[in-house]
Structure formats: structure tokens, C-alpha cells
């Protein structure tokens, strides 16, 4: 006997289709950079916002307050940070990302600087955020100083919707 004579022909039921799924995968995204050389006067303990005039591509953000990236949707979010900075005086200088003026613990670095090197501060941090939340940088430092952003693109901020 042919065992391909045995063989059965069935088919398996299929089920419900399930929901679809974002188009475009990433829900919410914008950035802001900054490429000018400049001068920031940071005063005695004192957060200062690091510029960020030019906006990158955004999609359920917006960008109607200052230097800053606002939020439309409530989600996890991952924040991207960049910067490089030089100090006219040593001294110890902070920059942190901050929501709605306050820091982000796991982004908030202290070093001390040499005057006239450049240091680059960047990270990235996942953080849940509200809807109409404000993500912004900020130096501050112990004593009143001049802190100069570096040639070329001296500091960037961009958030991403992961859910």
C-alpha cells in the first residue's frame, strides 16, 4: 500500500482578526536643536534654559514655549540629549532635563570644568509623561559664570512616543 494514499485533507478554521495597529508606528516624536555659538551668563545657583531655536520634524508635539518640546499625548516617552559647553571660569557645572521645570533624577550630571575645554553632556532616559508636559535643558552652576555652546550643533532634545 502508498502511505501518500493515508494522507488527510483538512483545513484549520482561521480567527477573528485582531485590531489594527498605528500606521506609521511612532505616535508622538519632535526634536529642537541649537547651532549658534553663544554666551549663556548663569547665575549663582540658577537654572538657565540652553537655547534650542530650530525645530526638527514633529508629530503630537509642539513647540509654542520657548526652547522646549510640549507633549499631546500621556505615554512612556524615551528623551535624547546632547550638548557640548565650555566654562570661561573653572567651576562645577549641572545641566539637567527637566519636566515642567523640574529635573529628571537619572539625567541630572555634575562636572567640574577647565576653562575654555569643551565637555559634552548626553544621555538618554525613559520617563512616562502627561499630556501637555514641558521637556526642556538647563545648566546651573555654584558659582556666576559664563558658559559658551560649541561651534557647529551644540546642543539637541528630542522625545519619542514608545506606547
Same mark, same amino acid.
Given at each position: 500500500?502508498?502511505?501518500?494514499?493515508?494522507?488527510?485533507?483538512?483545513?484549520?478554521?482561521?480567527?477573528?482578526?485582531?485590531?489594527?495597529?498605528?500606521?506609521?508606528?511612532?505616535?508622538?516624536?519632535?526634536?529642537?536643536?541649537?547651532?549658534?555659538?553663544?554666551?549663556?551668563?548663569?547665575?549663582? #545657583?540658577?537654572?538657565?534654559?540652553?537655547?534650542?531655536?530650530?525645530?526638527?520634524?514633529?508629530?503630537?508635539?509642539?513647540?509654542?514655549?520657548?526652547? *522646549?518640546?510640549?507633549?499631546?499625548?500621556?505615554? =512612556?516617552?524615551?528623551?535624547?540629549?546632547? *550638548?557640548?559647553?565650555?566654562?570661561?571660569?573653572?567651576?562645577?557645572?549641572?545641566?539637567?532635563?527637566?519636566?515642567?521645570?523640574?529635573?529628571?533624577? *537619572?539625567?541630572? =550630571?555634575?562636572?567640574?570644568? *577647565?576653562?575654555?575645554?569643551?565637555?559634552?553632556?548626553? #544621555?538618554?532616559?525613559?520617563?512616562?509623561?502627561?499630556?501637555?508636559?514641558?521637556?526642556?535643558?538647563?545648566?546651573?552652576?555654584?558659582?556666576?559664570? #559664563?558658559?559658551?555652546?560649541? =561651534?557647529?550643533?551644540?546642543? =539637541?532634545?528630542?522625545?519619542?512616543?514608545?506606547?
Amino acid at each position: 500500500m502508498n502511505p501518500d494514499s493515508y494522507l488527510i485533507n483538512f483545513t484549520i478554521p482561521r480567527g477573528a482578526t485582531g485590531p489594527t495597529g498605528a500606521a506609521n508606528g511612532l505616535n508622538a516624536y519632535g526634536g529642537k536643536y541649537n547651532t549658534t555659538t553663544q554666551t549663556l551668563n548663569l547665575g549663582i #545657583g540658577v537654572a538657565t534654559q540652553i537655547p534650542l531655536p530650530t525645530s526638527m520634524p514633529n508629530l503630537n508635539t509642539t513647540y509654542t514655549q520657548t526652547n *522646549s518640546i510640549t507633549v499631546a499625548q500621556a505615554g =512612556t516617552y524615551e528623551i535624547n540629549y546632547f *550638548s557640548n559647553i565650555s566654562v570661561a571660569v573653572g567651576t562645577t557645572l549641572t545641566q539637567a532635563i527637566r519636566i515642567n521645570a523640574t529635573n529628571i533624577p *537619572s539625567t541630572v =550630571t555634575s562636572r567640574v570644568l *577647565s576653562v575654555g575645554v569643551g565637555s559634552i553632556y548626553s #544621555g538618554s532616559v525613559i520617563v512616562t509623561l502627561a499630556a501637555g508636559d514641558v521637556i526642556d535643558m538647563a545648566l546651573s552652576a555654584l558659582i556666576a559664570v #559664563g558658559v559658551t555652546l560649541g =561651534t557647529g550643533v551644540n546642543a =539637541t532634545l528630542t522625545v519619542k512616543k514608545l506606547n
